[in-house]
């Protein structure tokens, strides 16, 4: 198992401090934002970690992170040009993946759930995490029927449940040749949606509930959120463990 951290985009929702460094570089309490996604592959065992982020911002991230986890983890850079969608990043990972599964996880997604036993458990299709939110409108959202996920509408007017497809991902290798088969959306973007939907209708998809705390920090509240809650509950701790 291999692990990727996908770190691009332009971070519009949290101008105009994303006019100045990434959105992953931006201090959930005392840490960059993307030390927790790193932390959580490592917590999981998983050593051989490739970070993609945009051409302006990957040096900045690959200075901070180096020189905090060099001892900690082999972690590897790569470029997204272009903003071209969750599924288009991940599609830049085959080579450094080279036919292995692979954790995935969105640079932003910031919880406490621990995953070891599905990451150990897992062996082809993919495995998505769900969680119970209160604003489902802003993400995909999962159908779920007979406790088997039936479908997944992104950011959808009328939510079919308050079931929130969170950015942490197990895929098997196949992932890679359901990219090469997607068609951008109308917004430009390859879909990761699109990608767990092949999943789905093939039937190679098991889905877990995240009990714990879990946000995508990509706004100015769920930033504040993720920053209460780990001065509160001093999950900053968890990042310590691997000296």
Known sequence: MKGVILAGGIGSRLMPLTKITNKHLLPIYDKPMIFYPISKLIESNIRDILIISSKEHINQMSNIIDNSFRDKASISYQIQHEPLGIAHALSLSEAFCDNSNITVL???????????????????GATIFLKKVNDPKRYGVAN??????????????????????????????????????????????LEITCVNNKYIEDNLVSITFLN????????????????????????????????
């Open 144 to 189: 779920i029927r007979d406790n088997q996920i039936i479908n997944i509408e992104e950011k959808p007017l009328n939510p079919k449940s308050d079931l929130a497809v969170t950015g942490i991902f197990i895929y098997d290798n196949t992932v890679f040749d359901i990219i090469r088969e997607l068609k951008p959306s109308a917004r430009n973007e």
């Open 212 to 243: 714990g705390f879990w946000t995508d920090a990509g706004t100015f509240d769920s930033l504040y959120d993720a920053s209460s809650f780990i001065k509160k509950s001093k999950k900053t701790i968890f990042l310590d463990k691997n000296k």
């Open 106 to 124: 969105l640079g932003d997604n910031i919880f406490e759930d621990n995953i070891t036993t599905q990451i150990n458990n897992f062996s082809n």
